[in-house]
């Protein structure tokens, strides 16, 4: 069976929740309180869950690969996340935090056979080619648990920063720098002005980004996007998807499609948690499917 062109971008909508649960899980904050991080927000923990896979990351790499950030707001928790805590106590802490959390959520939940769905999403994560993608090839270079669940879960992170890393360099050959990849895409309606508040940019860097983007024509006075704007992030979203498909070739359309029918309940039920707030930038219900 041919690989479905939309088929990545069905993956990402199954995999994305799975894996976004460490940054808003009840439990994974109190892993992070443990290790004393700051939980009134979610960003201290956030950039220290992100970058550990690297090591001790300087400020100036978490900034790279955490492209949408502004370097001041990455620069507030990076590398001063490793004074609380080492990135090998972080990486437990993200472990125990979903483990938890997942164990909570599965107890006499009926779903279906997790151990086939981990060896599945396991194939496709190590399938993943990870040259050129840093967040994907730092968390490939992670153990692999054991249990299913957190299996699952760390095949979902790999596949999830395999797409991520993707996606930069989607942004990077249409022209948008950190801020303009905002602008532009809120232009189009998809995620509200304010869901972006916590990436940090000021109100003038903002307003610079779209004047920047007025003049190539992507948004109009009012701010919106323009034909040409949706296009180019029609676009954006395409080669997205286009850079995303290796892993799920891979795996074959047959067991692509299984996965994504035992993974459906899980889906559903971590959805059904009313851990995710109802905006965001997640992508999940917000982002429209391209038109090509």
Do not use: K
């Not at 799975?18 to 700051?38: C, M, N, R, S, T």
């Not at 190590?126 to 040259?131: D, P």
């Not at 942004?171 to 720098?177: I, K, V």
């Not at 003038?204 to 323009?226: I, K, N, S």
């Amino acid at each position: 069976m041919p690989l479905d062109r939309a088929l990545p971008r069905r993956a990402w909508h199954h995999l994305e929740p799975l894996h976004a649960v460490l940054y808003y899980a009840p439990e994974a904050f109190a892993e992070a309180a443990a290790l004393g991080y700051d939980t009134a927000t979610r960003w201290p923990s956030y950039f220290a869950w992100r970058a550990a896979p690297f090591g001790a990351a300087s400020a100036e790499l978490a900034t790279a690969v955490c492209y949408s950030f502004s370097p001041a707001a990455v620069a507030e928790h990076v590398p001063a996340a490793w004074s609380v805590a080492t990135p090998e106590e972080v990486l437990a802490a993200r472990l125990r935090g979903v483990d938890a959390f997942y164990r909570g959520l599965l107890h006499g939940a009926g779903l279906p056979d997790l151990g086939e769905a981990a060896e599945l999403a396991r194939a496709a994560a190590e399938s993943a080619v990870t040259a050129g993608r840093p967040l994907a090839a730092a968390n490939a270079a992670l153990r692999w648990p054991e249990e299913p669940h957190l299996a699952i879960w760390h095949a979902a992170t790999v596949l999830r920063e395999h797409r991520g890393d993707g996606h930069l360099t989607a942004l990077q050959a249409a022209g948008l720098d950190p801020c303009e990849s905002l602008v532009s895409l809120a232009a189009t309606g998809a995620v509200a002005v304010p869901d972006f508040a916590g990436r940090g940019w000021t109100g003038e860097e903002w307003a610079a980004a779209a004047e920047r983007l007025a003049t190539r024509g992507w948004v109009d006075a009012g701010g919106r996007a323009t034909e040409a704007g949706l296009a180019g992030r029609n676009e954006v979203e395409r080669l997205t998807d286009e850079l995303a498909a290796a892993p799920w070739e891979a795996l074959g359309a047959e067991r692509t499609e299984r996965l994504l029918g035992l993974l459906g309940p899980l889906f559903l039920t971590v959805v059904r948690a009313g851990l995710f707030p109802a905006g965001g930038t997640l992508g999940i219900m917000t982002v429209p499917a391209p038109t090509w």
